[in-house]
């Protein structure tokens, strides 16, 4: 990371103001960034922008390597001639402009987006088959599962008969040229996603903000990674998971997270160079300008779970590829901006390792007033701080702040107010206190969630873990970043030397 100090926002393109459903990369992304620009900030912080499963989770996506068709600007198809202004206002995408509906979205934006490849003759495009050449080595796969996927109704890819999910020659070449065209479709999006993103990103590097992508550590079951790359995973002969991806039980939950993910195979990653995970930290370096490493501390030591176990409970800690992974990416890519999400309890070998790689790790405001935090609060006191680091006052899967100062207990909120040496003010003022503390820290960067610059509860809470149903859906209204915000946090990107 840039050693000056700098300043950004966390706000997931979801959850900008747009006509069309959800956020997206069009004129209103572009007034996002001219309005970051404003506001003396420098990276705009976004979540993962792989295609949703069930659930919506931008951390479950059908690929580690494609894009969100949801991203992609309906008014930018307008405006190129294949749709129309008139059918897409028919298009009900839901009345809530502060919320996603999800399966409005899904019957909706999908049915415009098939109107426009179909109306594109993209195969006569030298640029989309120049596009299909030079990302054939994940696009080929990646269109064939979401095509398979669909001629089997949306099931699991471990549902399918037992040809095409053991990916047989025969099965393959059948489905191929049977499903040519929807093939072509998925093509087609994942074109446009890539064409729409680089011109977005572009605009904001040339207006001086930096854009922090997010990867999981972990890539989904029913992906096309994992259907397509068996070997790179621990299956068994009949491609189910032996052993899944989880938290073991801790103050937070008492049975642990069981998040279900396929666990690698490191020793065949290890014997291969890490070549698919090289693959995959060069394709986030082309979609973003800093890549943040979701669940660091899953590269030291992580936690499996037998297949089939409803709970945590039984889970034991395996080794993981440690620092040879980070040396062998360095090496074929050089020195890259990496932040390494370490956040949860810390072993001392997980300490060393994020120390060893050299790449900022995180700090979380939130985290620092814990008491149910045995060991590691106070790392998260800016008084503690290295310049190192970038600090948060929460992330996606924390409260706002103006929630969490409410939810603490007295204790806690006593240990807040005899911090920040304030025994008067309270709710929106006691954030705007741990703004500044925040921002004022050593840590060489900063990065605050929209919603606690605009002093929002819960209810624009991006994610609560291990709940389905009401997460990812929050949406910034028209007009909510306004100029006298812009202007607020232009003077504190001022007043502590973060511009």
């Avoid at 309005?35 to 580690?64: C, H, M, N, R, V």
């Avoid at 052993?243 to 020793?267: H, I, K, M, R």
């Avoid at 600090?391 to 924390?398: E, F, K, L, Q």
């Avoid at 028209?478 to 973060?498: D, H, I, N, V």
């Amino acid at each position: 990371m840039a050693q000056k100090r700098k300043c950004g926002v966390l706000l997931p393109v979801s959850s900008l103001p747009s006509k069309y459903g959800i956020g997206c990369f069009d004129k209103k992304a572009y007034e996002f960034v001219d309005a970051l620009k404003e506001a003396g900030q420098s990276y705009w912080q976004i979540l993962p922008l792989g295609p949703t499963s069930y659930g919506d989770s931008p951390y479950q996506s059908f690929s580690t390597f494609a894009g969100n068709p949801y991203f992609i600007s309906i008014e930018a198809l307008i405006e190129e001639g294949v749709l129309t202004k008139k059918e897409c206002d028919k298009v009900d995408f839901g009345t809530d402009t502060t919320s996603v509906d999800y399966a409005k979205l899904y019957e909706g934006r999908m049915q415009l987006l098939r109107k426009a490849y179909e109306r594109s003759n993209i195969y006569m495009d030298p640029e989309f088959r120049r596009f299909q050449e030079e990302e054939a080595w994940w696009l080929k796969d990646y269109a064939l599962f979401m095509a398979v996927k669909k001629r089997f109704g949306g099931i699991p890819w471990s549902e399918w008969a037992e040809d095409i999910r053991l990916r047989w020659q025969n099965a393959l070449d059948y489905y191929r040229e049977e499903m040519y065209f929807e093939i072509e479709f998925q093509e087609y999006m994942q074109f446009k996603f890539r064409q729409q993103w680089m011109a977005l990103k572009s605009y904001a590097n040339e207006k001086g903000i930096q854009i922090i992508g997010d990867i999981p550590i972990y890539v989904a079951m029913d992906s096309a990674d994992t259907w397509a790359n068996p070997w790179l995973f621990k299956l068994d002969e009949k491609n189910c998971p032996t052993q899944v991806a989880g938290c073991p039980p801790d103050g937070f939950s008492a049975t642990g997270q069981l998040w279900g993910n396929p666990l690698y195979n490191w020793e065949v990653h290890r014997n291969s160079g890490y070549e698919w995970w090289i693959k995959r930290i060069s394709n986030c370096f082309r979609l973003y300008d800093v890549v943040r490493i979701d669940h660091f501390r899953g590269f030291d030591e992580y936690y499996a779970i037998p297949y089939g176990d409803k709970t945590a409970e039984n889970g034991w800690w395996e080794k993981g590829p440690g620092i040879d992974l980070f040396r062998a990416i360095s090496a074929r890519l050089g020195d890259r901006e990496i932040i390494a999400e370490d956040l949860g309890y810390m072993t001392d070998s997980v300490k060393q390792l994020v120390e060893e790689s050299g790449y900022p790790n995180m700090k979380v405001i939130e985290f620092a007033f814990d008491e149910r935090d045995t060991g590691n609060a106070s790392d998260y006191l800016p008084h503690n701080y290295p310049r190192n680091c970038v600090v948060y006052t929460g992330t996606h899967d924390n409260e706002t702040l103006l929630s969490w100062l409410d939810d603490i207990t007295p204790g806690e909120r006593r240990q807040v107010r005899e911090y920040l040496n304030n025994f008067k003010d309270s709710g929106k003022e006691l954030c705007d206190d741990l703004i500044c503390l925040v921002m004022q820290s050593v840590a060489n960067l900063c990065i605050i969630p929209m919603q606690d610059y605009l002093g929002l509860d819960n209810s624009a809470r991006m994610n609560q873990p291990s709940t389905l149903g009401k997460n990812w859906k929050w949406r910034l209204k028209e007009g909510q970043f306004s100029k006298e915000l812009q202007k607020e946090m232009l003077e504190l990107a001022t007043r502590y030397g973060r511009r």
